[in-house]
């Protein structure tokens, strides 16, 4: 965007946005190479789980990408990567069911997903205007705009702390679904836990970065109007 010293601000959040990337992609690959105890794939486990919770209209699908797995509220589809779709580890588990959560949470009219979706509109297209207008607004010292890209900058960060309890409650329903049916033994709902921790690690990262981004930008509006 614009360099300056301020800019500092937000390097240890992109450090920390490193790390998680790093941790995410480490402990699926770690852990995708136990298989589970039971043996089923990430699509049996999705089925049964949702079957188990009177969700039987919900559709499990294949996609490609690694790590591309999530639940389409529109579609009232969960989406598995091959890995996850064909695969029984631990790790493939984990995921299946995180993503069946999803499809819980919207079933039972879940607040906090139901405003991320309401929200998701405003964020999407603040997400994409709110640098450009800032930086216009920063080149020509017009206030209002640099205002403006401000606000749609918050409006993203507000998606993004909406996202948190969302996907933190996800997880637990997750590990809820595979330890109490069985899915996984109690040697393997850890090392689930810890695939699915780490995954959130990197929505923490997300809005760690936002935060101090929204600093920076509030920062340089501060200089810009002296």
Partial sequence: MV?????????????????????????????LKERSYSGLTGQQIARQILNDNGLHNVSVERVGGQLTDHYDPRSESVRLSAEVYNG???????V???????????ARSY??????TNLFPV?????????????MGYLVSFDVLMLVGIWFFIAALGFQLVTLPVEFNASRRALGFLDGGGYL???EVPKAK?????AALTYVAAVAVSATQLLRLLFLRGQRKR
């Fill in 96 to 106: 299946a069911a995180h993503e069946v959560g999803h499809a819980v949470q919207h």
């Fill in 111 to 116: 607040a906090p997903l139901a405003l991320r």
């Fill in 185 to 187: 033994n109690r040697a």
């Fill in 3 to 31: 360099y300056d010293p301020t800019f500092i601000l937000v390097l240890p959040a992109l450090f920390f946005a490193m790390y998680a990337q790093f941790k995410v992609r480490s402990t699926f690959q770690r852990y």
């Fill in 123 to 135: 964020a999407n297209l603040g997400s994409q205007m709110a640098i450009p207008l800032f930086l």
């Fill in 88 to 94: 029984t580890s631990v790790a493939a588990l984990g």
């Fill in 194 to 198: 810890a695939v699915l921790n780490a």
